[in-house]
């Protein structure tokens, strides 16, 4: 692939446009809305009303678990920009320590935040099976490329690996109950994490034998290695495809958003 078109119609050069996704404001902010994403289709399967929402005012809300696995992903992949980001010491984020400090940084963490993030890296630093998944590999690698709706038509997709090697793709993932059966699972199917595998195998040209979670548990810091049965693969390929057909119902075939209904039997 040569070149690569974006939603918005722009027209890229592969080389150039993957050397700018190192950028994170250029990855989450213009391509969060030039290209499609794992973000994307779980917007898209929870309401197109929220995805035209989210992609047109970019107001997604940062709960504390996404600040709390964002900096955990930092810890562990990315240690210098871990340490260097604003960190101030208050009980609360309604303190006017914490608001003064937002006023002049774009991002701020306390350092209860700070220390939790610390806590489940060391957990994962230190357990030699989730070392192994880290050793000898890149990290935050980025990626672009099409996936091709059931409609034939074909829409670009970006993701970035946590960790890539030439034989395997692992994304880290933080959980709760992770030695309760199923409890990984089910919050595979519920956050989308299915889906994100299917893209990423499709975007790295990797199979899904070939793909792992890594997770640690925000309560007791076990940590897993999780691998994706063929069933699970196909599953996050099906609800990609089901999110494709609302993205075209509503933002390529222009069905009327305010007739979007969601139809229910009790």
Same mark, same amino acid.
């Given at each position: ?10 027209? &890229? ?9 190192? %950028?994170?404001?250029? /990855?989450?902010? =213009?391509?969060?809305?030039?290209? #499609? !994403? ?12 929220k995805y035209?929402?989210?992609t047109e /005012? ?22 210098? @920009? *871990?340490?260097?980001?604003? /960190? ?30 610390e806590r489940?890296?060391?957990? *994962? #630093? ?12 890149? *990290?935050?690698?980025?990626?672009? $490329?099409?996936?091709?709706?059931? !409609? ?7 993701? @970035? ?16 109950? #992770? ?12 956050? $989308? ?17 070939? &793909?792992? &979670? ?9 940590? $897993? ?5 063929? %069933?699970? =693969?196909? =599953? ?13 119902? &509503?933002?390529?075939? $222009? ?12």
């Amino acid at each position: 692939m040569d070149t690569i078109e974006l939603l918005n119609g722009e027209l &890229f050069r592969h080389d150039e446009i993957l050397e700018l996704m190192k %950028d994170d404001e250029f /990855y989450y902010g =213009y391509l969060g809305k030039a290209a #499609l !994403s794992s973000s994307s289709i779980k917007l898209l399967l929870d309401s197109p009303k929220k995805y035209k929402y989210v992609t047109e /005012y970019s107001k997604q809300e940062e709960t504390s678990a996404l600040i709390a696995g964002a900096l955990f992903h930092q810890a562990i992949l990315e240690p210098d @920009k *871990f340490e260097k980001n604003v /960190y101030v010491d208050v009980q609360s984020k309604n303190t006017k320590a914490y608001k003064l400090a937002k006023e002049e940084h774009e991002k701020v963490f306390t350092i209860k935040e700070k220390r939790e993030a610390e806590r489940l890296a060391d957990a *994962f #630093l230190r357990n030699e099976p989730a070392l192994k998944m880290i050793t000898d590999c890149e *990290f935050e690698v980025p990626a672009i $490329g099409y996936i091709t709706a059931r !409609s034939g038509n074909k829409y670009p997709f970006r993701a @970035k690996a946590d960790i890539l090697d030439s034989y395997r793709i692992c994304d880290i993932k933080t959980t709760t109950n #992770l030695n309760k059966e199923n409890a990984f699972k089910n919050s595979a199917y519920k956050y $989308g994490y299915l889906s994100q595998a299917y893209i990423y195998c499709e975007l790295f040209n990797k199979s899904y034998e070939e &793909f792992f &979670f890594v997770a640690v548990d925000k309560q007791t810091t076990d940590v $897993g290695v999780i691998d994706l049965s063929e %069933d699970s =693969y196909n =599953y996050g390929k099906e609800k990609v495809l089901d999110a494709l057909d609302v993205y075209e119902t &509503f933002f390529i075939n $222009g069905a009327e958003l305010d007739n979007y209904c969601i139809r229910l039997t009790l």
